[in-house]
């Protein structure tokens, strides 16, 4: 029970309590402090027309008397389709365990050793988890069973039929993003995708930053792996994998999301030089950090500054050394672009905000079923694209990026991003759906940002954008984003339509093929991160003038 003064929010009141929700001030807009709530309650504030009933904004509901307040899991956990294959290495061997003439795990060890090697498989090391599954057949009174090797280690020993998973997790800034791998044959098993609680409390990484130095370190990295085991659980339970399958998970994430995940102050980042506090590969233990699984949970190397592991992943899923210079754009909160010059990369970040991942925007929601990808047709005859079919729930990043190239090509809008008319855009009159003139700002700042760490790093190797073969543009944006739209709202020039490609999940693709080789695949990782220097845009000569020009529309 928490008890409050007559006319305080219910994001006030909770807030009382020790549970702070949201991060736009109040106003509505984030999404962020969302609770399922019933008792003596006002009317709707109009902003909340679009959400299920039962469902209110905390902070725009003022409780008339005593209410109850039912408080949310990570959003959803939703499963999302990813077509794609590895090419894997992790090779069989047959094992017999003679109870008999075994004595402690050593024993156990070394015979495993053995027995891949009679198969013809060199092995440096058997791991744990393997051991385990040893000592578990054994005491089953099952002698035969199959080991597997990767990249040198013996990752799992089960019975016949069971094969083992690895898992690829890109921690966003926004949602976490989880892939179950088959290790034997490529396939990807099953896709969740699931919010980043961290955001209903800091929206941002340099916001989690200063709560994490200023005392909130444990919240933050609790509210982390709650929305990991969330995403884990529904991930197990949609591939059908069993935990005692999963050998490893591989993350890539920001600097400042690793250092939370393995409770480190991220003291380093919060100052010139901005230097995180592992370069390199880290290695954690998944049960340790309460995830539940009994495999190593391994975050890849960064670049460096706030260029994570995930930028690096992105490169070293898509990188094709016969198509260079290529530069790679992920647009997300934490906006990171790359740019490969083949013996050597650039990389950069940017603050771009949530705005490209639906958040922050009067009607955003993240790409998933019933999210506006796509506004298509002419002023008199618009359509709009929804993820699975059915009535709209609101705008991702996709929908935000079409609906702003339409405007811009049906004369709604100017080049400086002001809407001509109303203060707002209505996809939809009732209930109503709208995109505001403050929701076109957000979107406006988040991809000059970009844009402009892109001219940024083409100045700093001496390139014109013209130069650049190869365009890559990833992030958690949805399923329909245009090329044309992408090169109309200014996020690239016009002449480079044909050199863009759209690899929405260049994050987990790296990840999934780093899993694929193992060891050698960490291996790789890091020596691409020995070729990379990060570009400081703050203290770039003309950083000013060229984040004015990216602000702008081409028409």
Known sequence: MIPFDPGASLRDVLASGGLSLGTCGGRGTCGGCQVSVSGHLPPRDPREDRLPSGRRFACLTRPLGDVEVRLDEPGGARVVPLELRVEPRALPFQVELDRGSLGDFRDIRGAIGGLASKGGLHVREVSLPALRGALELLGMRRSHAMGWVLGGRVVLVAPQGVVPVGIAADL??????????????????????????????????????????????????????????????????????????????????????????????????????????????????????????????????????????????????????????????????????????????????TAAGPAFEGYGISCGVPAGEGAVTAVRGSIGDMELEVQGGGEPMGICGSGLISLVSFLLREGLMDGSGKLKGPQFFELRPDPPLRVTQRDLRQFQLAKGAVRAAAELLLMEAGLSPHRVVRWVVSGLLGSSVGVDDLVRVGLMPFGVEERVEVEPNGVLVGLARALASGEDGLREVEDLSGMCRVVRLDGARHFNRVLMDSLGYQG
């Not at 591989?250 to 393995?262: E, K, S, T």
């Not at 094709?320 to 934490?334: I, K, S």
């Open 172 to 349: 966003g800034s926004s949602n976490l993003d989880l892939a179950a791998v088959d290790l034997v044959s490529g396939v990807v098993m099953g896709r969740v995708r699931v919010e980043n609680l961290q955001r209903r409390v800091a929206s941002d990484l340099v916001s989690r930053l200063a709560l994490a130095l200023e005392g909130g370190l444990e919240e933050l990295r609790s509210l982390l792996v709650r929305s990991f085991q969330v995403g884990l659980e529904k991930l197990l339970g949609v591939s059908g994998v069993e935990p005692r399958q999963v050998v490893a998970v591989y993350c890539g994430c920001n600097p400042v999301v690793g250092d939370l995940l393995a409770g480190l102050p991220p003291s380093g980042l919060a100052e010139s030089p901005f230097i995180p506090s592992d370069f390199g590969v880290r290695r954690l233990c998944a049960r340790a950090l309460g995830l539940g699984l009994d495999c190593p949970l391994v975050i890849l190397a960064g670049m460096g500054g706030f260029v994570g592991s995930d930028a690096l992943a992105l490169l070293y899923g898509t990188r094709d050394l016969d198509r260079v210079p290529c530069l790679l754009m992920d647009l997300g909160t934490n906006g990171e672009v790359v740019l490969d010059l083949g013996d050597r990369v650039l990389g950069a970040s």
